[in-house]
């Protein structure tokens, strides 16, 4: 059995979304013996300085991604997976900024595609498409073209009443069209008392 390593977490950095200093997320992942962490401010790496400087203190295998806004309104989770994987998600990010007002960013699914190299995609969540009403078969192809092995379907569950259906719905599209399921939940805070 793989250890847990949670794959989608927001600091502070993520204004209104995130709770926690990155530095806090980490600490609390050694206290529970999480070997490592994702961390995926919304469409930046904010955090990463602090992040990687407490990873390397505590022992804490720190991937640093983003969860990226895409020109439809929906979200993909991306993570590097190496020093160039890195810059393409900069540079992605990058993109997406300069062309949006300040404090927003958007991608089309092209730049995604074209900036998949060394990047990990997961696919799922509120805002992903996986999950929507629409059959997003052209984006499920183009991602699966663009990412190929290092593409998954990601199974979130919050206790929310419409993840029984949205759940539902993405094992069905992900099994039809052979992408493989991991399992998360966002983390927005290192301790219930900064849920407020």
């Known amino acids: 059995m793989s ?53 390397r203190e505590l022992g804490i295998k720190l991937i640093l991604g983003s969860e990226i806004s895409i020109d439809d309104g929906s979200t993909l989770i991306l993570l590097a997976a190496s020093r160039r994987g890195y810059g393409n998600l900069c540079t992605l990010i990058t993109g997406g900024r300069r062309r949006s007002e300040k404090g927003e960013s958007r991608v089309g699914w092209r ?7 060394d990047v990990i995609a997961l696919w799922g969540g509120d805002r992903s498409l996986l999950v929507g009403e629409a059959d997003p078969f052209f984006v499920a192809h183009g991602l699966k073209e663009a990412f190929g092995d290092r593409f998954y379907a990601l199974a979130a569950r919050h206790r929310r009443a419409e993840e029984v259906r949205q759940g539902a719905r993405l094992r069905q599209r992900a099994a039809k069209w052979t992408i ?14 900064r849920r407020a």
């Open 180 to 193: 493989p399921v991991v399992a998360g939940h966002e983390v927005l805070y290192h301790k219930p008392a």
């Open 111 to 117: 730049e995604v595609y074209e900036h998949a190299e």
């Open 3 to 55: 250890p847990y390593a949670p794959l989608w977490c927001k600091s502070g950095f993520s204004f209104l979304e995130g709770a926690s200093h990155p530095e806090e997320l980490i600490e609390a992942a050694a206290q529970h013996g999480i070997e490592a962490l994702a961390l995926t401010d919304r469409d930046g790496v904010y955090g990463a300085v602090e992040a990687h400087v407490k990873s």
